[in-house]
């Protein structure tokens, strides 16, 4: 038996912000985060050889609010936005089950250098 | 302006569960998670000079509930469990403004090789 810092090879993180109607920024909750938390977590039970590498967690607000819904993957660090339902197949075949990222719902990220 | 694929060197998630009194399994939530997500906040708007580059979410389970409250900080993939109130400052100094995981505090996965 050894020790190891962290058993996840990726662990996705999906908003699940949800404000009230009428509030002044919009939340993932409102744009459908709900199901695409539940479709990530279907596809897991669906892939039981993962289990011990691939994770997915609901989370509080990541910012981001007006470009929701959000999921975020670590340890990698991929910023997803603005994904729909219909997107999440994809999400789930290339990046849950073959820790490839999908290029095109990626956040892109501004620094100032 | 460069684009980046995350900004944060730092994002720690804070498990705020709660279960029901006389649930089979504990919650972080139980443990005073609450507390936990409260001061790093407070720490985190404590030290502006960070906010671009260290961020705290609170998250949903991240299973080891037996173990909790429970922490995890990506990139690095540190698992924090067992965590008191006071535990809190020294995770701050060391790890959320310098970079440094609290050794003492983390959680031992095992793995069967």
Do not use: N
């Amino acid at each position: 038996m050894g020790s190891v810092s962290s058993p996840y090879k990726r662990h996705f993180f999906v908003c699940q912000t949800q404000r009230p109607e009428g509030s002044e920024k919009p939340s993932c909750g409102q744009r459908g985060a709900a199901q695409i938390y539940s479709r990530l977590l279907e596809a897991l039970d669906r892939h039981p050889e993962l289990g011990q590498e691939v994770a997915v967690s609901a989370c509080g607000c990541l910012g981001l609010c007006f470009d929701g819904p959000i999921v975020v993957v670590y340890p990698e660090g991929t910023w997803y936005a603005r994904i729909e339902e219909a997107d999440v197949p994809e999400i789930v075949e290339q990046h849950l089950v073959h820790g490839k990222p999908v290029e095109r719902l990626r956040f892109k990220w501004q620094t100032a250098s």
